[in-house]
């Protein structure tokens, strides 16, 4: 076994090279023959590499699909998140459970199948959804899982369960090219009028800077949530010397978010080309996808589009007969929300552990490998292409002053019409509304959990960065919801995927948490209220990245436009608090780094 393990690693290193930035894709290799990274696969890699075992150690602890014990020859990991629960996953949860005879976080005595929870795999639209040795399960329901484990226990591959029942497998709707089309609403970006290289072809006729000059005359705004100015955030890093390199964040890891799936599956091309003309405007030759583990199944399909271009001459040398060189490369993480946060990401692409980077500097100064790095969504760069191809005041003329362009909106949730749509910036909360079906809508949850649980009394705004900002995702909940168990279960989501780095935030939400289980017990007090109120005051202002900062929002947000929901479940008696902020720190302790503790000889957990 030792042997075989020894030949494993060292063909991935004869594969990939020994630089650390590797190390990620040789951790992946383990857990995908062994089913587990224990202490003796770490000493071996550091042999290998001449990694210390302790960095070593340090990285595989963080990452959520890392496992120290035996995750079972076939690892299933079910979606916990709120839309998956608002589809039934509580009756797929206890079907799972029956079928295998075990619970969750758990693997069978003779070790074939484990079962553990994780969070949103990008699947809303098709829930509730499961990933099963990496490869995803949507649409699920009692009868499909008792036959998918029927099959699995009887010995039949997965990829021969996929092909079978309707809307199984994302790969199947990929090929036969139904997958969830983005639903257009007037003009739009997203259509069949893309013709492959044409947007490079007229970028490669312009120089760096007329490129980034056109950007900046376009007004396209970064499309993760910030909002950033794509073209001075390419000025920014063209300005600095070094290796430049171009990263598109695919880590979507937001709850209620998979606009990037879709991308990936029905236009990975024009991201590809956005991404070529972002190198040539800044001069890099080298860019990098950083796919989410949870879509590691895409891995081979994007492979192949990348070797179509490169076969096109739109990568590679000489492109399009130019003297411009330029390649991108796909980087898989494994399993942490955190690595959304643009300088984590760079250090999971480095091979580390995926904790943000205190700033300054910014990534377009020092970012991967220490060099100028821009890295934008994949929608960002999906509408460079379109940029490049109709025209700078085309796109200025769309949507609103501040916001120009289009917008891609992942709604789910009590809707008729689940999925991917394109509108316009500036369509109203109403408006988007009408067009995915929703009826007696009582609230949304807009941008995800880190983004803002609204009243009727929005509907009337209008979605844009000028007024209601949003990263795309809209989670609508009808009359019949109960709202305050889902903020509930979007602070659950936080506890487990804060990286443990800073106090505010690593305790922080666990102590939000632990009082809004309180109040939902109704033994919560105005003394809680303020409690929470406190805290999350102090998370805004102290914690050192975005997810402290803005993990607090789904209570603070429903608090302030849901009040009487609390002042309902609020006890008339007096109950004294039993948990308390030093309670919080030690709590909150055993979350980190997703309570895998891969003890070293000499080390302590």
């Given at each position: 076994?030792?042997e075989d393990l020894e030949k494993?690693i060292?063909?991935?290193i004869?594969d990939?090279?020994v630089?650390?930035?590797?190390?990620l894709?040789?951790?992946?290799?383990?857990q995908r023959?062994?089913?587990?990274?224990?202490?003796?696969?770490?000493?071996?890699?550091s042999k290998?590499t001449g990694i210390?075992?302790?960095?070593i150690e340090?990285?595989?602890s963080?990452?959520?699909?890392f496992?120290?014990?035996?995750?079972?020859?076939i690892?299933?990991?079910?979606?916990?998140?709120?839309?998956?629960y608002?589809?039934?996953?509580t009756?797929v949860?206890?079907?799972?459970?029956?079928?295998?005879?075990?619970?969750?976080?758990e693997?069978?005595?003779?070790q074939?199948?484990?079962?553990?929870?994780t969070s949103c795999?990008?699947?809303?639209?098709?829930?509730?959804?499961?990933?099963?040795?990496?490869?995803?399960?949507?649409?699920?329901?009692?009868?499909k899982i008792a036959?998918?484990i029927?099959?699995?226990?009887?010995?039949?591959?997965?990829?021969k369960i996929?092909g079978?029942g309707?809307g199984n497998n994302?790969?199947?709707l990929i090929?036969s090219?139904?997958?969830?089309n983005?639903?257009?609403?007037?003009e739009?970006?997203?259509n069949?009028?893309?013709?492959?290289?044409?947007?490079?072809?007229?970028?490669?006729?312009k120089s760096g800077?007329?490129?980034?000059?056109?950007v900046?005359?376009?007004?396209l705004?970064g499309?993760g949530?910030?909002?950033?100015s794509?073209?001075?955030k390419w000025?920014?890093?063209?300005?600095?010397?070094?290796?430049h390199?171009?990263?598109?964040?695919i880590?979507?890891?937001?709850?209620g978010?998979?606009?990037?799936?879709?991308?990936l599956?029905?236009?990975p091309?024009?991201?590809f080309?956005?991404?070529?003309?972002?190198?040539?405007?800044i001069?890099a030759?080298?860019?990098?996808?950083?796919?989410?583990?949870?879509y590691?199944?895409?891995k081979?399909?994007?492979?192949?589009?990348l070797?179509?271009?490169?076969?096109?001459?739109?990568?590679?040398?000489?492109i399009?007969?130019?003297?411009?060189?330029f390649?991108?490369s796909?980087k898989?993480g494994?399993g942490a929300?955190?690595?959304g946060?643009?300088?984590a990401?760079i250090e999971?692409?480095?091979?580390?552990?995926?904790?943000?980077?205190n700033?300054p500097?910014?990534?377009v100064?020092k970012?991967f490998l220490?060099?100028?790095?821009?890295?934008n969504?994949?929608?960002t760069f999906?509408?460079?292409?379109?940029?490049?191809?109709?025209?700078?005041?085309?796109?200025?003329?769309?949507?609103t002053?501040e916001?120009t362009?289009t917008?891609?909106?992942?709604?789910?949730g009590?809707?008729?019409r689940p999925?991917?749509?394109?509108?316009q910036?500036?369509?109203?909360?109403?408006e988007v509304l009408k067009e995915?079906?929703?009826?007696n809508t009582f609230?949304?949850?807009?941008?995800?959990?880190?983004g803002k649980?609204?009243s009727?009394?929005?509907?009337?705004?209008?979605?844009?960065?000028e007024?209601?900002?949003?990263?795309?995702a809209l989670?609508?909940f009808?009359n019949?919801r109960?709202?305050l168990?889902m903020?509930k279960l979007?602070?659950?989501f936080?506890?487990?995927?804060s990286?443990?780095?800073?106090?505010?935030?690593?305790a922080?939400?666990?102590?939000l948490?632990?009082?809004?289980t309180?109040?939902?017990d109704?033994k919560?007090?105005?003394?809680?209220i303020?409690?929470?109120q406190?805290?999350?005051s102090?998370m805004?202002?102290?914690?050192?990245c975005g997810l402290g900062?803005?993990s607090?929002?789904p209570?603070?947000s429903s608090?302030e436009n849901?009040?009487e929901?609390?002042?309902?479940l609020?006890?008339k008696?007096s109950?004294?608090?039993?948990?308390?902020?030093?309670?919080a720190?030690a709590?909150s302790?055993?979350?980190?780094?997703?309570?895998?503790?891969?003890?070293q000889?000499?080390?302590h957990?």
């Amino acid at each position: 076994m030792a042997e075989d393990l020894e030949k494993t690693i060292k063909k991935v290193i004869l594969d990939t090279r020994v630089e650390r930035e590797h190390l990620l894709e040789i951790l992946w290799s383990v857990q995908r023959s062994e089913r587990k990274i224990d202490h003796n696969a770490i000493k071996l890699i550091s042999k290998l590499t001449g990694i210390s075992t302790l960095d070593i150690e340090a990285t595989a602890s963080f990452y959520h699909f890392f496992t120290e014990e035996h995750a079972g020859d076939i690892t299933i990991h079910l979606n916990d998140s709120g839309t998956s629960y608002l589809a039934g996953a509580t009756e797929v949860e206890n079907a799972f459970k029956r079928e295998l005879g075990i619970k969750f976080g758990e693997v069978t005595q003779d070790q074939r199948f484990g079962l553990f929870f994780t969070s949103c795999i990008g699947m809303c639209d098709q829930e509730p959804a499961a990933l099963i040795n990496d490869v995803v399960f949507t649409n699920l329901t009692d009868s499909k899982i008792a036959s998918i484990i029927s099959q699995l226990k009887s010995g039949i591959a997965i990829e021969k369960i996929i092909g079978e029942g309707e809307g199984n497998n994302a790969l199947e709707l990929i090929k036969s090219e139904i997958s969830n089309n983005i639903r257009n609403s007037g003009e739009v970006f997203f259509n069949d009028k893309y013709v492959k290289g044409e947007a490079l072809k007229n970028a490669l006729t312009k120089s760096g800077d007329e490129i980034i000059a056109e950007v900046k005359s376009s007004g396209l705004r970064g499309r993760g949530g910030a909002g950033f100015s794509a073209g001075l955030k390419w000025e920014f890093c063209k300005k600095n010397i070094g290796d430049h390199y171009v990263i598109a964040n695919i880590d979507e890891g937001e709850p209620g978010t998979f606009k990037d799936r879709i991308l990936l599956t029905q236009y990975p091309q024009q991201i590809f080309e956005g991404m070529t003309i972002a190198a040539l405007a800044i001069g890099a030759e080298r860019g990098i996808i950083y796919l989410r583990a949870e879509y590691k199944y895409l891995k081979n399909y994007l492979e192949n589009c990348l070797e179509e271009m490169r076969k096109a001459n739109l990568l590679g040398e000489k492109i399009q007969s130019s003297s411009f060189n330029f390649d991108i490369s796909i980087k898989i993480g494994a399993g942490a929300y955190i690595c959304g946060e643009e300088s984590a990401l760079i250090e999971s692409a480095e091979g580390k552990r995926g904790e943000p980077r205190n700033r300054p500097p910014f990534p377009v100064e020092k970012g991967f490998l220490g060099n100028p790095t821009v890295v934008n969504n994949p929608e960002t760069f999906a509408a460079v292409t379109s940029i490049f191809r109709e025209g700078a005041d085309w796109f200025a003329a769309l949507g609103t002053k501040e916001s120009t362009g289009t917008k891609l909106f992942s709604i789910s949730g009590d809707c008729e019409r689940p999925g991917v749509y394109e509108f316009q910036f500036g369509i109203t909360v109403e408006e988007v509304l009408k067009e995915v079906g929703a009826k007696n809508t009582f609230a949304i949850q807009i941008g995800g959990p880190s983004g803002k649980l609204i009243s009727q009394k929005f509907f009337s705004r209008k979605i844009c960065f000028e007024d209601l900002p949003t990263g795309g995702a809209l989670t609508i909940f009808d009359n019949h919801r109960d709202l305050l168990k889902m903020v509930k279960l979007y602070m659950d989501f936080f506890v487990e995927e804060s990286c443990g780095f800073c106090i505010p935030c690593r305790a922080g939400n666990v102590l939000l948490q632990k009082t809004l289980t309180k109040i939902l017990d109704k033994k919560g007090t105005k003394q809680d209220i303020e409690l929470l109120q406190e805290c999350s005051s102090v998370m805004k202002i102290a914690s050192r990245c975005g997810l402290g900062l803005s993990s607090s929002n789904p209570v603070t947000s429903s608090f302030e436009n849901f009040p009487e929901i609390y002042d309902n479940l609020l006890s008339k008696e007096s109950f004294v608090s039993t948990f308390d902020m030093s309670q919080a720190v030690a709590e909150s302790c055993k979350y980190v780094n997703r309570e895998n503790t891969f003890n070293q000889e000499g080390s302590h957990e």
